[in-house]
């Protein structure tokens, strides 16, 4: 078995303003595009894959299998994992994080430095990249990618087609006029030097630059694809689009001048959408896959022990829950919502469905981060404080009410049916009728940010290493309609958020995350469910796969013997 060892890594992210005074770079990276890998035909069948015989000769071709397709191959526009997943081979930003951490390290910028009062930061910029369509990286290319996302009135923010660039907003604090918009201005110092000068201090704001929703693409394909460059993505990664067809497969191959010598290492990439688990674990017993995402926890002691397969885990860095529409009647009630939190069986839903694979939840926020509260109120298993909070709420003779169920496999949720069920008998218990509603997944995600549903479940992974990431996403109100499906807003808990986004002492920003989980837990606008260690599955001719702990990890060095 291998397993990521990140966590410690993470503890040390509470430091992380650390980096903020450190002169950054990467000397595993260089500018020098002289791979000289071969394109192919982008022919999406997987012939041709060498399955372990380890012949230099033949194409390369590895094939992941998911539960869900991508919603949009436009990082900027999405929050799905499936979407980063993708867009993660394809783009790339001015840094990213380290193969199993969250830890910095440049990428398109391979050095960077911050002013001593931590508002300007200076990057030096690789030399020699270019895009897939040919088009030179410059400082001029960083420019127009953050000016589309900051400013929708920008030619290439599509804001009239429907694009909203709402994880920008979430992490830089606004928009383009907006009082809380963290960036003052972009600063072109030269065709391969940028600076961004900030408002005021932002703790996390290198993270935020290694984060896979704000990578480069190419000016020159934003102009000649417009609003369809959500199906036509091209970046400098170490792979190249070829084709999407959807709820099918997405089929990449080798950038041949990729900046990194001897990068990547596979010929083509093929992600393939196949919705069942056990369907997935079947097509990679047969070969028929390379590597598998959301295998049962179940079938996790059957795969450590068959000799063709290799049992992958991710960290802990995740939650599932139920969400609540504090919008809709009966859950703008924060009696009811204390009700089903208390009537829902966390510990039966861990012990049941993750086969020792997960914990139970109480806090929007994984152990480990900076900020943890590990005091806030805890909603134990408790059906007779559930009915009692029922009939203060006046609802003593229960109702009933729509619970959507995510109809694909999640890292925090491989059997998002069986725990609709669990939580429908849990609240038939206290006289809570629960009706099952199943979506496809880009509209359940529409759907729910639009605010259709009354109860919800769905998860999330953090992306940064950062609390705010976790916090600010579901529960500030800025983010209500995008992240925040639960549509909870609650001033006191924005200017908690508001204020450790803008904090520099580490100390002082953990007490202000630990305040806002308190009323968070008070009000309860969702169930928390479970922390859990995700589990994949790889044929074992898969060679240098490393899980990252955000779910979005680079296959550029991942090969096939």
């Known amino acids: 078995m291998r397993r990521s060892s990140w966590f410690i890594t993470l503890v040390l992210l509470a430091s992380l303003v650390v980096i903020l005074a450190a002169c950054g770079g990467n000397d595993e990276n260089t500018s020098d595009p002289g791979d000289s890998g071969d394109t192919n035909d982008g022919e999406e069948s997987n012939e041709g894959n060498t399955g372990g015989d380890g012949d230099s000769d033949e194409e390369q071709v590895l ?100 694009y909203v660039y709402s994880m920008y907003g979430t992490m830089f604090g606004g928009f383009k006029g907006d009082d809380d918009h963290v960036i003052e201005e972009i600063n072109i110092l030269g065709d391969h030097e940028i600076e961004f000068v900030l408002k005021r201090p932002l703790g996390f704001f290198l993270q935020n630059l290694g984060m896979t929703y704000f990578v480069m693409t190419s000016p020159k394909a934003l102009e000649e694809h417009g609003a369809a460059i959500n199906e036509n993505p091209v970046g400098t990664g170490p792979f190249q689009f070829v084709s999407w067809s959807k709820d099918d497969t997405i089929v990449l191959e080798k950038f041949a001048d990729y900046r990194v010598d001897g990068q990547p290492k596979l010929d083509k990439v093929i992600f393939e959408v196949i919705p069942e688990n056990a369907s997935r674990l079947i097509a990679l017993r047969s070969g028929d896959i390379d590597i598998m995402d959301g295998l049962n926890p179940d079938d996790a002691a059957s795969v450590e022990s068959e000799a063709e397969l290799d049992l992958y885990t991710r960290a802990e860095n995740n939650f599932g829950y139920v969400g609540m529409n504090t919008e809709k009647e009966f859950l703008n009630d924060v009696k009811v919502r204390q009700a089903i939190n208390h009537a829902i069986d966390r510990q039966a839903i861990a012990d049941a469905l993750y086969a020792g694979y997960a914990n139970p939840a109480k806090n929007p926020l994984p152990p480990g981060y900076l900020g943890y509260n590990d005091d806030a109120p805890e909603y134990e298993y408790d059906l007779d404080q559930a009915k009692a909070l029922l009939t203060e709420a006046g609802y003593e003779d229960g109702f009933d009410i729509d619970l959507w169920t995510m109809p694909v496999a999640r890292p925090y949720m491989p059997d998002p049916e069986t725990v609709a069920e669990i939580v429908q008998n849990n609240l038939g218990e206290i006289g809570i009728n629960v009706n099952i509603v199943r979506e496809e997944w880009a509209p359940y995600l529409e759907k729910t940010a639009n605010g259709e549903q009354e109860m919800f479940m769905l998860g999330w992974s953090g992306t940064n290493g950062d609390p705010d990431y976790f916090l600010s996403s579901l529960l500030h109100g800025d983010n209500v309609g995008s992240s925040n499906r639960t549509f909870y807003k609650n001033s006191e808990v924005d200017d908690l958020l508001d204020e450790a986004k803008v904090t520099v002492d580490q100390d002082e920003r953990a007490n202000l995350y630990k305040e806002a989980q308190a009323i968070i837990a008070e009000e309860s606008p969702m169930v928390t469910l479970v922390h859990s260690t995700p589990v994949l599955a790889a044929n074992t001719a898969v060679k240098n796969y490393v899980p990252h702990p955000s779910t979005s990890e680079s296959l550029a060095e991942v090969e096939l013997e």
């Open 63 to 162: 094939v992941f299998a998911r539960g869900g397709d991508s919603e949009s191959l436009d990082p900027g526009s999405t929050t799905d994992g499936e979407s980063s997943r993708v867009t993660r081979q394809v783009m790339e930003g001015l840094l990213q994080f380290k193969k199993d951490s969250f830890e910095v390290e440049g990428a398109l910028a391979h050095d960077w430095t911050v002013s001593d009062d931590g508002l300007t930061y200076t990057f030096q910029l690789e030399e020699g990249v270019t895009f897939h369509d040919g088009a030179p990286f410059n400082a001029e290319a960083v420019k127009v990618n953050f000016d589309r996302w900051a400013d929708p009135s920008h030619e290439f923010a599509f804001s009239d087609d429907g």
